[in-house]
Structures are given as C-alpha cells and as structure tokens.
C-alpha cells in the first residue's frame, strides 16, 4: 500500500478484513487459478470464455489498483473497486477476497468474494460477507447485493447465511463458454438487515446463538 492510503480495518472474531497488500500477490495468483474462482470472479470475454490465471506480476496490479481506489474512497467517501484480503483472525493465515464491486449514485453496493479452495467450509465467507455488508450500512449504503450464478450453491448458501433476500433471477444475464447461464439477485436492506445488527447476535449457520458470532468492532481508518 502507498503511504498515503488509508487502511481500514474489521473483524469479528472469526475473520479481519483489511486491504490487499503486494505481498499478499502470491496468495492472490495462486487462488486465482482455481476453477471456481476463475469460473465465477474470473474476467472472460463476450462469450464466457476465461481470461488465463494472472501471474504474481498480474496480481501485484490489481492490488495496486485496489490501492488507488482506496485512495479515491479517502477523498470521495465512494468505496468502488475497493478490495479487503480476509485473514483468519487468530492465525493471520490469508484465505480469501471480498471487495466493493460498484456503489451507485443511488447509493446502492454491489460486493463480490471468494475463499482460496483449501479454507473453504469454515465460516469465512459468510463472516466476511456479513462485515462488509456492516461496513457498507455504516457507510450510508441505502441497499447491498449480490449476483450469483444460479448454479452456484455454495455461493448462494452464503448469500443465505449472510442475511440477504432473494428477489429473483435473470434469465440469461450470465455467459460461460459460450452457453447463456441465469443469474440470482440477492439483497439485503439496512432496516431490514438483522443477521449482523442483533446484539447478541445470530448464528449465520442456523439462526440460533453462535459460537462465535459476529460482533461490532467498529471499521478502523487510518492514515
Ligand atoms: C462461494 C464460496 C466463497 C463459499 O465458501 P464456503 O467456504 O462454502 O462458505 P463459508 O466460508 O461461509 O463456509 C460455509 C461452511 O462453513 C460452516 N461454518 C462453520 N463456521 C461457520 C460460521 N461461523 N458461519 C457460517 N458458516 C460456518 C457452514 O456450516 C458451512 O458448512 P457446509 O459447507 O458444510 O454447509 C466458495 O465456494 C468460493 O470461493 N467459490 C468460488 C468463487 C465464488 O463462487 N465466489 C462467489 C461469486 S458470487
């Protein structure tokens, strides 16, 4: 990171997201070439076909950019593009992205994420969906979503756990070598929004209290 970006911090007990660092590039390129990541993060062309895995060099770019956008949130108070590594709280192993998409004139976030293949099935992705989802709230955001290919469960069973409503799917908005592929819309609004606003918390799993359930740490600004 540039000295003069901001770093912004969160956790719950379970994850902290914090930005992406050049470091981090090797960690980044590596997961990058999962076929899961590829297939739903991935950039492919007009007929869904993937561009190849990114290098460490590669990698090292996108999180520059992540840096300039983050510069740009510190002046503009707008999230876009911005990007958080998500860390196991307790070990500081890295295990995955989630990252602000596009947030609208309207005030409207759209965020994205991903877990490396081996720190899946641990929570991490649910956590880290409902801390940016808190974050983006605190920001003002007056609604969040998500779209996810419809055939990817994994990803829709987190949507599910992180608090958010279905609202229905676009038929045909998605494309995968070369084949049209229906796409879900997942939302979730402030007032509405209890998953990660109840004080004592819900368990993201089954509604009941949580092991370790998220709790407010408040997002840190610094520099
Ligand atoms: C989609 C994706 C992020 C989901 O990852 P995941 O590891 O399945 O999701 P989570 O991290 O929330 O883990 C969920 C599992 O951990 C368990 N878990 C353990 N502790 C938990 C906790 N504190 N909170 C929630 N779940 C917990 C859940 O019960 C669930 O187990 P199950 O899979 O046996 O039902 C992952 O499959 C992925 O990266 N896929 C490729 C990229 C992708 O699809 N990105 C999304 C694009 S829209």
């Not at 045909?172 to 819309?185: E, K, S, T, Y």
């Not at 939302?187 to 918390?201: F, I, K, N, S, T």
Request: charged share 25%; net charge negative.
């Amino acid at each position: 990171m540039p000295a003069d970006s901001p770093v912004v911090t969160v956790s719950d007990g379970l994850v902290t997201l914090r930005p992406w660092s050049r470091e981090d590039a090797g960690f980044m390129a590596e997961a990058s070439a999962d076929p899961a990541i590829r297939r739903y993060n991935g950039s492919h062309d007009r007929l869904g076909r993937p561009a190849p895995p990114p290098s460490t060099t590669d990698a090292e770019t996108v999180i520059d950019q992540f840096a300039l956008n983050w510069r740009a949130f510190a002046a503009t108070g707008v999230p876009s593009g911005v990007a958080f590594a998500i860390l196991d709280e307790r070990s500081g192993e890295l295990v995955g992205c989630c990252g602000v998409d596009d947030w609208s004139k309207e005030d409207v976030a759209q965020f994205g994420y991903w877990i490396a293949p081996n720190a899946r099935g641990r929570g991490y992705a649910t956590q880290a969906a409902i801390l940016l989802t808190r974050w983006l709230f605190d920001l003002g955001a007056a609604r969040v979503f998500l779209t996810i290919v419809a055939e990817n469960e994994e990803s829709v069973a987190v949507a599910r756990r992180a608090g958010f409503v279905y609202e229905g799917t676009m038929r045909g908005h998605g494309v995968w070598q070369g084949q049209r592929c229906d796409v879900m819309l997942f939302a979730a609004l402030p007032l509405e929004w209890a998953v990660g606003r109840l004080d004592g918390g819900t368990d993201a799993r089954q509604g009941r209290s949580p092991v370790r359930r998220p709790h407010r740490s408040g997002a840190r600004l610094d520099g």
